[in-house]
């Protein structure tokens, strides 16, 4: 029996439950409804496929990092290709299940990513650093000192 009306796609609510208050969300389900016809472990990786990172660039070095809370530094791997290539890839292993366990939510994702990045010529790519802290993965890939062109002051004679 509901107490609260559901206004947004027949949601039930129930103010004994605390999970079924949640706020509607528009959007929910947008990403499952739009993968129905995809194996369940395709939409698994599409959904952990979607890592987030950050890119910045400072006066020494590409910098980039990654979100990757619950996994271990033996779970990922970073690699750099020919061409100046970064590629920072994982697995993200579904959680063993007993028979007698009842799931409320299930929304972390599992599966594999996989995040590719072309770097610009003023990198040193063979002096690449990673560091994994938690659960966040810092790639350093250092920039070549740009060469700044030598002046050389010309003395002007009187004549």
Do not use: C, Y
């Not at 509901?2 to 103010?15: A, D, E, H, Q």
């Not at 072309?118 to 070549?144: D, H, I, S, Y």
């Amino acid at each position: 029996m509901s107490l609260i009306p559901s206004f947004f796609g027949g949601r039930k609510t129930n103010v004994f439950d605390p999970f079924s208050l949640d706020l509607w969300d528009p959007f929910d389900g947008l990403i499952n409804s739009t993968l129905t016809n995809v194996p369940g472990t395709a939409r698994d990786t599409a959904q952990f496929a979607s890592t987030r990172v950050d890119w910045k660039e400072t006066p020494e070095a590409h910098v980039f990092k990654v979100d990757l809370p619950g996994l271990k530094k033996e779970e990922v791997k970073v690699e750099v290709e020919e061409g100046r290539i970064l590629q920072i890839s994982g697995e993200r292993s579904k959680e063993h299940e007993e028979k007698n366990d009842k799931w409320h939510r299930v929304e972390r994702s599992s599966g594999n990513f996989l995040r590719r990045f072309r770097l610009p010529e003023n990198t040193k790519m063979e002096e690449v650093k990673a560091n994994m802290e938690n659960g966040v993965l810092t790639v350093t890939v250092p920039k070549v000192e740009e060469k700044k062109p030598e002046v050389k002051s010309i003395d002007i004679n009187a004549a």
